[in-house]
């Protein structure tokens, strides 16, 4: 009898375990993504009026800005409107090239057109990445032009650790940028254009009869936050820039690396509410409170480790965790809208003229057709010796898509090169 109650306790015990497992394992990341974590993270809180900043953690650790590009293709095209190039009624041409881009988008075909409010609604709540195109082409002539004129404004405005290469955040590994420079941003809008910052306040617009709601959920729940985007990629985690005022005091908080949506608006909430607690302390010290919160990162990151040595009790708990994580994220990464910057490409070929690179692209998207639902266009801009060269490619395939592609190409006597991601 006492063998069977002692038996019956463990079989409980082990219960409970597994339970607890369960319960937490959507909350609780693995040991790698914590790790991965700290080696990506980065933040900062900054006074809007005075730039002073209140927080921050890597706030100069360079990474991929994802949709958070958006903001910068949007302070261009509020520079046009200010100097009279455009109005809000004002309708845009929608190309090929645009048309073709990877989602998220709205689904415009070549020869639609836009007005530039709807794009701006577009960009500020589903993230629109054929409306970023489309905007790219109508200021810059083509989108490498156009990436060219955000990466002079950026470093006119301050941001000297960025570049940009294309207008909508989709992957490429040339596309750089930080926390501190997203501050920058995010600042230097608001001031230079406060007239149309109010768009990225924007809860939902409608689309053709269909209402798109904005991924900014921070924004529906904290105190005070009035905008302004996000952004998802594999290689950098999930980014938000986050504006919010309170008694009339404005902070701007960016972070990066977050692994997922739900941590990184809590991470966001947090140092936000520090923020505020320090802004009205005219003692703080940058190089101090970047200390101090690198410290508090330790401390969480060894936090998170120690749970989930403790939560992988048997090996039923790990496959529920992993189960328990692997829906919500698959869920947030289409909602953000971006993908995995570290993907394969093919190469169809490379000219001296934007205008037979994108073309013979465009082709080859249309030979492939299905199998390149989840790729797109991007002509590469690079320079051999003092010539400057157009590579045809597309880009954000798997390794198996990348190899599929070129086999059906090379089939129909069509050249193509498997570029691997670097």
Same mark, same amino acid.
């Given at each position: 009898?006492?063998?069977?109650? #002692?038996?019956?306790?463990?079989?409980?015990?082990?219960?409970?375990?597994?339970?607890?497992?369960?319960?937490?394992?959507?909350?609780?990341?693995?040991?790698?993504?914590? #790790?991965?974590?700290?080696?990506?993270?980065?933040? %900062?809180?900054?006074?809007?009026?005075?730039?002073?900043?209140?927080?921050?953690?890597?706030?100069?650790?360079?990474?991929?800005?994802?949709?958070?590009?958006?903001?910068?293709?949007?302070?261009?095209?509020?520079?046009?409107?200010?100097?009279?190039?455009? !109005?809000?009624?004002?309708?845009?041409?929608?190309?090929?090239? $645009?048309?073709?881009?990877?989602?998220?988008?709205?689904?415009?075909?070549?020869?639609?057109?836009?007005?530039?409010?709807?794009?701006?609604?577009?960009? @500020?709540?589903?993230?629109?990445?054929?409306? $970023? @195109?489309?905007?790219?082409? #109508?200021?810059?002539?083509?989108?490498?032009?156009?990436?060219?004129?955000?990466?002079?404004?950026?470093?006119?405005?301050?941001?000297?650790?960025? *570049?940009?290469?294309?207008?909508?955040?989709?992957?490429?590994?040339?596309? %750089? #940028?930080?926390?501190?420079?997203?501050?920058?941003?995010?600042?230097?809008?608001?001031?230079?254009?406060?007239?149309?910052?109010?768009?990225?306040?924007?809860?939902?617009?409608?689309?053709?009869?269909?209402? %798109?709601?904005?991924?900014?959920?921070?924004?529906?729940?904290?105190?005070?936050?009035?905008? %302004?985007?996000?952004?998802?990629?594999?290689?950098?985690?999930?980014?938000?820039?986050?504006?919010?005022?309170?008694?009339?005091?404005?902070?701007?908080?960016?972070?990066?690396?977050?692994?997922?949506?739900?941590?990184?608006?809590?991470?966001?909430?947090?140092?936000?509410?520090?923020?505020?607690?320090?802004?009205?302390?005219?003692?703080? !010290?940058?190089?101090?409170?970047?200390?101090?919160?690198?410290?508090?990162?330790?401390?969480?990151?060894?936090?998170?480790?120690?749970?989930?040595?403790?939560?992988?009790?048997?090996?039923?708990?790990?496959?529920?965790?992993?189960?328990?994580?692997? $829906?919500? !994220?698959?869920?947030?990464?289409?909602?953000?809208?971006?993908?995995?910057?570290?993907?394969?490409?093919?190469?169809?070929?490379?000219?001296?003229?934007?205008?037979?690179?994108?073309?013979?692209?465009?082709?080859?998207?249309?030979?492939?057709?299905?199998?390149? *639902?989840?790729?797109?266009?991007?002509?590469?801009?690079?320079?051999?010796?003092?010539?400057?060269?157009? !590579?045809?490619?597309?880009?954000?395939?798997?390794?198996?898509?990348?190899? $599929?592609?070129?086999?059906?190409?090379?089939?129909?006597?069509?050249?193509?090169?498997?570029?691997?991601?670097?």
């Amino acid at each position: 009898m006492s063998a069977t109650r #002692s038996l019956f306790g463990f079989v409980s015990r082990c219960f409970l375990v597994c339970l607890a497992v369960s319960v937490l394992g959507a909350a609780i990341p693995s040991d790698a993504s914590a #790790s991965q974590r700290a080696s990506r993270y980065g933040a %900062i809180v900054l006074d809007h009026d005075t730039g002073n900043v209140l927080y921050a953690v890597n706030p100069d650790r360079r990474s991929y800005p994802a949709s958070l590009t958006k903001v910068m293709t949007l302070y261009l095209l509020f520079d046009a409107m200010e100097q009279g190039r455009l !109005r809000l009624d004002s309708t845009l041409p929608v190309s090929a090239h $645009a048309s073709a881009q990877a989602p998220s988008k709205l689904g415009l075909m070549p020869g639609d057109r836009i007005s530039v409010e709807d794009a701006v609604l577009a960009l @500020v709540t589903k993230s629109a990445n054929d409306v $970023a @195109v489309v905007i790219a082409e #109508s200021l810059g002539g083509s989108e490498p032009e156009f990436a060219e004129m955000m990466t002079r404004k950026a470093h006119q405005i301050g941001m000297v650790n960025t *570049t940009y290469r294309n207008a909508s955040g989709l992957p490429n590994l040339g596309q %750089i #940028s930080t926390p501190r420079d997203q501050a920058t941003l995010a600042r230097a809008l608001i001031r230079s254009h406060g007239d149309y910052y109010h768009y990225f306040s924007t809860r939902q617009f409608r689309w053709r009869g269909q209402p %798109i709601t904005t991924h900014n959920r921070l924004m529906l729940r904290y105190p005070g936050a009035d905008g %302004i985007k996000t952004g998802y990629i594999n290689a950098s985690g999930f980014n938000l820039v986050a504006s919010a005022k309170r008694d009339g005091r404005r902070l701007i908080g960016v972070v990066f690396g977050g692994d997922t949506a739900a941590w990184r608006d809590n991470n966001m909430a947090q140092i936000l509410d520090k923020g505020f607690t320090r802004a009205g302390n005219p003692d703080i !010290r940058t190089a101090a409170v970047e200390e101090e919160d690198s410290a508090d990162l330790d401390k969480l990151i060894a936090a998170v480790n120690k749970t989930e040595k403790g939560a992988k009790a048997t090996k039923a708990a790990s496959v529920k965790l992993a189960k328990a994580k692997a $829906a919500p !994220r698959r869920e947030e990464e289409d909602d953000e809208g971006d993908v995995d910057p570290v993907s394969w490409a093919i190469q169809v070929g490379a000219f001296n003229e934007y205008k037979p690179a994108h073309q013979a692209a465009s082709a080859a998207a249309k030979k492939l057709g299905g199998l390149v *639902t989840r790729a797109s266009i991007d002509v590469a801009k690079a320079k051999q010796g003092k010539q400057t060269m157009y !590579r045809a490619r597309l880009s954000g395939f798997t390794e198996d898509q990348a190899r $599929a592609a070129c086999k059906r190409l090379s089939r129909a006597k069509k050249d193509c090169k498997i570029v691997q991601p670097s």
